[in-house]
């Protein structure tokens, strides 16, 4: 089993920046990509970044140029660094791992947590 928790969130106004952490534990040897997604109040899931397992990146439309992902060199943490944010990344962010494809969510996920964009 796979375990990630997620950390960073909270209220930022806009223009400003902030720093999610995810960190896995359990198996993780058979993990191979992480990656963030969001969930904003009346909206699916979508893919804000991917990091593969060779440290290949891949990026929603809206993350390009704003948000860096980044993979720690143990292998089991991840961070977004998120900058110029707007109202509209007011979302729950959440962790994911255990895919290598570009884009694409693997099986795990954190609980989420709270990205609140608001003067």
């Known amino acids: 089993q796979v375990h990630l928790v997620e950390s960073g969130g909270g209220l930022v106004q806009p223009g400003g920046s902030l720093l999610l952490s995810c960190l896995g534990s359990?198996?993780?040897?058979?993990?191979?990509?992480m990656g963030w997604f969001r969930q904003a109040p009346g909206k699916q899931r979508e893919l804000v970044a991917t990091v593969s397992s060779g440290g290949a990146t891949n990026y929603a439309d809206f993350a390009e140029g704003r948000f860096t992902i980044s993979r720690g060199n143990r292998k089991n943490t991840v961070d977004l660094q998120m900058n110029s944010l707007s109202p509209e990344d007011t979302a729950v962010y959440y962790c994911?791992?255990?895919?290598?494809?570009?884009?694409?969510?693997?099986?795990?996920w954190g609980q989420g947590i709270q990205v609140t964009v608001s003067s």
């Open positions: 994911n791992a255990g895919s290598d494809r570009a884009g694409s969510a693997g099986r795990y």
């Open positions: 359990g198996r993780f040897a058979d993990i191979k990509g």
